[in-house]
């Protein structure tokens, strides 16, 4: 099993001014895909999937913490960051967002960077594995990525049968990084969790609510009159998380972001939505927006309470 596996190529995408000469190293093989810049790696996300990324120059890593795509890139590829003097704070709070390591730029010669890539991918795989075996988000207690995909693959397959309108939100968080920074982890768990209970909060009971990265929800509407209903839903929601949260006696507030899979006009397929949903989060800036009606009267005003 283990020889299978690493036999296997990984499709790497390599982020940096000169991608390395992994051919010959005894961990690959390897397929490099290299990038120029953030903005074509998380197109390039939209477009291919990937077993791991390396994240190779001289931007901050608190730069890094904030790219609008981390989520989406730590889903399913193993992330690994490489620096020239990573600072111990700003590297253990990347590993908290989902990458898989940290690697100063003095170590990273081709065969440790090889070496590093795959045993990440294997510990990804693990993760993988264990997902499916936690259905739920233990933070949360939502449903987990592999739940949700699951519950899509069944619903669609339904959809292919019986016809009609449904879509997938990625809702984006901005500003539970300050909050860590300035009050705690705990203090940005707490804020995390007051937000998908205020998502949860203004949707029907057919909606479901997961957690798809440590800033990211989805939100898949099971059933919509029509796709101009899934705009308005994620209008309202989003007004509602802007709203300020009471967290250790303080109030905090959240940039919002929303992206929008619409099946059967984006895809058919769970993964396919989900990539188009997180891309469109993670390009959209996290501000506030004028709001529209609801559409769909079977969605409740998510008031507040939550605090």
């Known amino acids: 099993m283990i020889r299978r596996a690493m036999n296997e190529p990984i499709q790497l995408l390599y982020l940096g001014a000169a991608a390395p000469d992994l051919g010959t190293s005894a961990y690959g093989p390897f397929v490099l895909h290299p990038v120029a810049t953030l903005e074509a790696l998380s197109e390039a996300l939209g477009q291919q999937s990937s077993d791991a990324i390396v994240l190779q120059g001289d931007a901050p890593l608190a730069a890094l913490a904030a790219w609008g795509a981390l989520s989406r890139a730590v889903l399913d590829a193993a992330v690994v960051v490489v620096a020239p003097e990573p600072d111990a704070a700003e590297a253990m709070r990347l590993l908290r967002l989902g990458v898989q390591d940290v690697l100063p730029s003095r170590e990273a010669t081709a065969e440790s960077l090889a070496r590093t890539v795959r045993l ?134 959240l940039g919002i972001s929303v992206g929008i899979g619409q099946y059967p006009s984006h895809g058919k397929d769970a993964d396919g939505l989900l990539r188009r949903a997180l891309a469109q989060a993670s390009g959209a800036a996290a501000v506030g927006a004028s709001v529209h009606g609801l559409r769909s009267s079977g969605h409740r005003d998510p008031a507040a309470n939550d605090d």
């Open 120 to 253: 990440a991918v294997e510990r990804k795989r693990v993760e993988r594995i264990a997902r499916k075996a936690y259905a739920t988000d233990l933070a949360t207690g939502l449903p987990n990525h592999a739940q949700l995909m699951e519950h899509m693959t069944h619903l669609l397959a339904l959809r292919e049968r019986e016809p009609a309108a449904m879509a997938l939100l990625a809702v984006r968080l901005e500003g539970l990084g300050a909050t860590e920074a300035r009050l705690g982890a705990e203090a940005a768990n707490v804020l995390r969790r007051k937000a998908a209970v205020r998502l949860r909060s203004g949707l029907r009971a057919s909606d479901v609510v997961a957690s798809v990265g440590s800033d990211t929800f989805a939100v898949l509407l099971a059933w919509i009159d029509d796709e101009a209903a899934a705009d308005g839903v994620a209008a309202k929601l989003g007004t509602a998380l802007r709203r300020p949260f009471s967290v250790a006696g303080q109030e905090l507030t």
